[in-house]
């Protein structure tokens, strides 16, 4: 069974993932980036993905982009901003992996006008696979959490906490709404530290 599963998300991911990787190579730059935008974009209009939840949604739910992004309001020091952006690149890094396979995986389950038994199979355990995907995206995230946390003096960590909160609720809204309510939210458990609420969680 494993191994026959194992089979259904290598086929899944094979007719998409030269092209999602190609949109995410040259992530290094500005530059690279656009080109990975744009990549991605036209991947979306040729094989209509049978999502909403993109690439840049994902991205833009780290935490620690968050608290680069609010740098004024968090009135970071120089340096404060300097061991963020070091992080923020890490953690970009560490999840570049699934965020391709995120990629593939949504362009790969592009509907059928007539699916066949092996055809809803696929669609079944690719659904499951975005799923556990996502989960994994936000465990680096929640992960995050506490070190970018330590960088901070009280005073910005209050602010910092009603930031994030506010920013778990938007991004539980945001996987409901665009992944169809088949639950991507992160692992229970353990609870997210810095009372950040994950999405998913009642």
Known sequence: MIRARHAVVTLLLLPAVAGAQMG?????SKTGEAEAKRARGEIDRENMPPMKLKVSDLEDMSPVKLLIDERKDLRLSDDQHKQLKEMQGKLKESNDGLMTRFDSMRIA??????????????????????????????????????????????????????????????????????????????????????????PGSS
């Open 24 to 28: 995410r190579s040259g992530m290094g």
């Open 109 to 198: 389950l592009r509907p059928h006008p007539n699916p066949s038994d092996e055809d809803m199979l696929r669609q079944v355990i690719g659904r499951e696979e975005i799923s556990n995907t996502v989960r994994a995206i936000w465990a680096n995230y929640v992960a995050a959490v506490p070190k970018a946390m330590e960088l901070l003096d009280d005073s910005q960590k209050a602010t910092a906490q009603g930031l994030l909160e506010k920013q778990a609720k938007e991004s539980d809204a945001t996987i409901r709404s665009k992944l169809g309510g088949r639950g991507g939210g992160p692992p229970r458990g353990g609870g997210p530290p810095a009372g950040r609420r994950p």
